[in-house]
């Protein structure tokens, strides 16, 4: 265990490599890998860093990330032992490190109505309030009634989508960090949810390259466009540099076929967002985030 953080009862490594934590399996190592177990814990952790001047960032499950090649200088911490949900009338209480499909899963399982949007999207509550994350029929914020966040005090108090801003894959959430959220779902028949939860996955299913490495749209959509069908419309679906190519099936993701590093990818993303303004003379924003 790393000398810094030896009083900790947390799980605390040092050098781990984060391609072994993002779904795109690029990234150098963390100086600190950590997994805190309870919000006490993390507070005093957020401490230690501020103590230590070392900046801290949080990963969730990895899925909306491309991190450099030559890694992090940085503590990085996952709130994976923070997973309980808990039911409350028509309300569902949920730690941040739950993953998401757990969380859509428990409310069917529950009779609870709203998340089948969510449907098939990879990784933890946190990472989807801090993304609002979304597909076509709705997104996370539209279910949240609050979110608790810790600060890098270690301050403890409730926001409002409307505080953090939720918007489209947006919000303000950081710099503070998620530890739990309140859902306000609507009781409905377990089998109708069932359905509209299915429906949304296959429409996924067809559309996406959902077993391939990366880490789903790389880009948002223009207003009133699509930045996938702008992507296909410039003739890049199969464009590579390396082992980065843009997708066959879906134009807006970029896929690590086996080796491919950040560098690669970023240089891809160049040639499209070129191409792209070239054709259309749109400028596409990135939708995943850059970690350097
Ligand atoms: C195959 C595939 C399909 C996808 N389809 C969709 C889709 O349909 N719709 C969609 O919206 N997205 C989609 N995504 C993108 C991604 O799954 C979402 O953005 C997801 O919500 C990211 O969650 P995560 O836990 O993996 O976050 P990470 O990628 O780990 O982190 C993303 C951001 O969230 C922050 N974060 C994570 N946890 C916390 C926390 N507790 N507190 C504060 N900040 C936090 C991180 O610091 C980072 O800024 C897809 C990705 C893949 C790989």
New binding site residues.
């Given amino acids: 265990m790393a000398r810094e953080f030896s009083d900790f009862g947390a799980a605390v490594c040092s050098g781990v490599p984060l391609s072994t934590l ?3 399996h690029i990234g150098g190592p963390a100086d600190y890998f950590i997994e805190p177990g309870s919000i006490d814990e993390l507070a005093r952790l957020v401490e230690r860093c501020a103590d230590l001047e070392l900046p801290f ?9 491309l991190v450099a090649d030559a890694g992090l200088h940085a503590a990085v911490f996952r ?1 994976s032992r923070m997973d309980r949900i808990e039911r409350r009338g028509s309300r569902v209480l949920c730690e ?2 739950t993953p ?1 499909q757990r969380l859509v899963w428990q409310a069917e399982q529950w009779g609870l109505s709203g998340l089948e949007p ?1 449907a ?16 076509q029929t709705g ?2 914020a539209e279910t949240i009634e609050s979110v608790t ?1 810790i600060d890098r005090t270690g301050a403890v108090r409730p926001r409002t989508p409307e505080d953090l801003a939720m918007g489209y ?1 947006h919000s303000l ?2 710099p ?4 739990a959220a309140t859902f306000e779902l609507a009781e409905a028949d377990a089998s109708e949810i069932a359905e509209r939860r299915r429906s949304v996955l296959e429409e ?1 299913t067809l559309s ?3 077993a ?1 490495h ?4 790389v880009f948002k959509n223009p207003p009133g466009r699509s930045a996938g069908q702008l992507i296909d419309k410039a003739g890049l679906k199969g464009e590579r540099v390396g082992p980065a190519v843009v997708s066959d099936q879906h134009a807006n ?1 970029i896929i690590n076929q086996g080796g491919a590093t950040a560098r690669d990818v970023l240089r891809l993303i160049r040639r499209v967002r070129r191409r792209v303004r070239k054709h259309f003379g749109v400028d596409l924003e990135l ?3 850059l970690w350097n």
């Avoid at 503070?176 to 530890?179: K, S, V």
Wanted: glycine content about 18%; aromatic content about 4%; proline content about 4%.
């Fill in positions: 993002t779904s795109f960032c949080v990963i969730g499950a990895g899925s909306n990330l709130l941040a490190g998401l969510l098939g999207i990879p990784g933890s509550v946190g990472g989807a309030i801090a993304m609002n994350a979304g597909g997104c996370v966040t894959r959430l950081k503070e960090i998620a530890i996924k996406q390259p959902l391939a990366s880490a789903g749209c993701f939708e995943i985030e």
